[in-house]
């Protein structure tokens, strides 16, 4: 076990697999997220209540769930790097946090779209909206701070302390809508017993999350290469295979 | 559904179109930066092989 995780971990071998794996993300998270934009914006009913803007929802719900996904694969991933010093769990972490913020900057964004026509204002200072914006500002904050390191390996244990510590933001924007009230709806899809939320409105929605945590993957593969390429740059085994 | 009404969205053309539009550049950025940097990555570690190699000769 140990040593297959080993060898899995070891830059030359990472690298190659990653570029091996990327295409099996890529091309299906492109089928699947064309297939749900349609789905989702021709074959889905227009809601009752909210019309055709409920359409909004196929790209903000996604977004917002990768925004927190990602975060927390980032912090888990700090933490691998910090306990057991393994340094691709950290050069995954720095991998995945341009990709996040922009998630939630698409999050934010979505929803500021739809609630100008659904509750008449771009954007109101409650928990939901509040939390999503200070999980922007750790993804930028994280990013700062590997920037104001030269040293990679002292730019990876700061940061991975402030993803760790950052982590705590995630519960608090998914039970945001519950502990405080807020304009925001509560969850639909989440809960314990059974979603509220029509079946044929759902498909398009799990498959544009589906779409979208396949193409994480996609991404994820390719910055992480050009993250091994970077610190990888003095090894051996580049002067063979690349 | 005719396309008219496909794209009027049923007056919410503006917003619903404006939030795909933005996810789709979102998407596609994130796209072009990757492979951009990959390549530049990609470029500058052969460019240091290749010092290497010739300093050495």
């Known amino acids: 076990m140990w040593t297959w995780l080993h060898k899995f971990a070891s830059p030359p071998h990472a690298y190659r697999l990653l570029g091996r794996l990327a295409p ?52 888990v991933a700090a933490g691998i790097g910090l306990i057991w010093r393994i340094k691709l769990a950290h050069a995954a972490a720095a991998a ?6 922009s998630f939630t900057f698409l999050a934010l964004a979505t929803g500021s779209i739809w609630g100008k026509p659904m509750w ?25 701070l590997r920037a104001s390191f ?17 982590v705590i933001n995630v519960p608090i924007i998914h039970y945001s809508v519950e502990w405080w009230t807020t304009l925001h709806q509560p969850a639909s899809v989440t809960k314990l017993d059974k979603p509220s939320i029509a079946i044929e409105m ?18 994820l593969c390719r910055r992480l290469r050009a993250e091994i390429l970077r610190r990888e740059r003095n090894a051996t085994w580049l002067k063979e295979g690349i | 559904m005719d396309l ?3 794209f009027n969205m049923g007056g919410y053309a503006g917003f619903v179109w404006s939030a795909y539009g933005l996810t789709a550049v979102v998407l596609i950025a994130n796209w072009w ?8 990555e990609l470029i500058s570690a052969r460019r240091r092989t290749q010092q290497l190699k010739e300093s050495r000769t």
């Open chain 1, 96 to 101: 995945s946090a341009a990709v996040g913020a």
């Open chain 2, 33 to 40: 930066a990757a492979r951009r940097r990959e390549s530049e």
């Open chain 1, 202 to 219: 759902l498909y398009p929605l799990f498959m544009m999350i589906v779409g979208f945590q396949l193409y994480y993957g996609w991404l």
């Open chain 1, 150 to 166: 030269d040293d990679p390996q002292r730019a990876d244990r700061a940061s991975a302390v402030l993803a760790i510590v950052g």
């Open chain 1, 24 to 75: 099996w993300f890529g091309w299906p998270a492109l089928v699947i997220i064309l297939l749900a934009a349609w789905w989702g914006l021709v074959r889905a009913p227009a809601d009752y209540q909210q019309g055709d803007a409920f359409r909004i929802l196929y790209v903000h719900a996604p977004s917002a769930w990768m925004s927190m996904f990602i975060y927390v694969v980032m912090a």
């Open chain 1, 120 to 144: 008449g204002t771009w954007w109101v200072w409650d928990a939901r909206l509040t939390s999503e914006l200070i999980l922007l500002f750790l993804y930028f904050g994280y990013m700062a």
């Open chain 2, 4 to 6: 008219q009404s496909f």
